[in-house]
């Protein structure tokens, strides 16, 4: 259990450097859905291996990241809903 939790936290985190490295390098934009499911997901791992580990700030900060994320993709199909 605890090597599967290691290796969720660590696709976490290459989704979420992944994402960012991706939209610095002009290779991603902030506006697609790629970008947002790939910080979704990185931060979902981080919350498991967070709340796995009892770093529960981490835990709490990244349940954040994912509402944010999560509103951005709702703003995103609401603003293409209405073209």
Same mark, same amino acid.
């Given at each position: 259990? %605890?090597?599967?939790?290691? /290796?969720?936290?660590?696709?976490?985190? !290459?989704?979420?450097? *992944? +994402?960012? +490295?991706?939209?610095? !390098?002009? $290779?991603? %934009? +902030?506006? #697609?859905? #790629?970008?947002?499911?790939?910080?979704?997901?990185?931060?979902?791992? @981080? /919350? /498991?291996?967070?709340? @796995?580990?009892?770093? @529960?700030?981490?835990? +709490?900060?990244? /349940?954040?990241?994912?509402?944010? *994320?999560?509103?951005?993709? $709702?703003?995103?199909?609401? #603003?293409?809903?209405?073209?």
């Amino acid at each position: 259990m %605890k090597i599967a939790v290691e /290796v969720i936290g660590w696709a976490g985190a !290459a989704l979420i450097l *992944g +994402a960012y +490295a991706l939209l610095s !390098a002009g $290779r991603l %934009k +902030a506006e #697609t859905m #790629t970008y947002h499911l790939m910080n979704i997901l990185g931060a979902a791992g @981080f /919350v /498991v291996n967070s709340g @796995f580990n009892g770093a @529960f700030p981490s835990a +709490a900060m990244n /349940v954040i990241w994912i509402g944010i *994320g999560l509103y951005a993709l $709702r703003q995103r199909a609401a #603003t293409a809903a209405r073209t």
